[in-house]
Nanobody, 127 residues
Framework: QVQLVESGGGLVQAGGSLSVSCAAS????????MGWFRQAPGKEREFVAA????????YYADSVKGRFTISRDNAKNTVYLQMTSLKAEDTAVYYC????????????????????WGQGTQVTVSS
């Protein structure tokens, strides 16, 4: 069992930066691939970024490529999402997720790849 707790959300102006974190608890948490998804009101949950268990591979949605960076510190069982050049359309609840599978044919971009989810943290970008 893995528990995920997001933190660091908040309000930021367009063009600004914000980082969110996800702390994972559980003996095998560092062996899981991790992902960030987001969900805006009235919309489906969408993929943002993912990182392999070792941190050697990262994947991004086209909408955030070049602006967001995912990273992880396995010694701290924590995954980070650094967001820059934020836009109003980045406003959403951001969710952290953990995937047990070593391999994903979708490059961990599908909600179905994940076994555990956090409660989410709100990110609001004002224009």
């Amino acid at each position: 069992q893995v528990q995920l707790v997001e933190s660091g959300g908040g309000l930021v102006q367009a063009g600004g930066s914000l980082s969110v974190s996800c702390a994972a608890s559980g003996r095998t948490a560092s062996s899981y691939a991790m992902g960030w998804f987001r969900q805006a009101p009235g919309k489906e949950r969408e993929f943002v970024a993912a990182i392999s268990w070792s941190g050697g591979r990262t994947y991004y949605a086209d909408s955030v490529k070049g602006r967001f960076t995912i990273s992880r510190d396995n010694a701290k069982n924590t995954v980070y999402l650094q967001m820059t050049s934020l836009k109003a359309e980045d406003t959403a609840v951001y969710y952290c997720a953990a995937a047990k599978a070593y391999y994903s044919s979708t490059y961990y971009s599908s909600v179905h790849d994940y076994d555990y989810w956090g409660q989410g943290t709100q990110v609001t970008v004002s224009s």
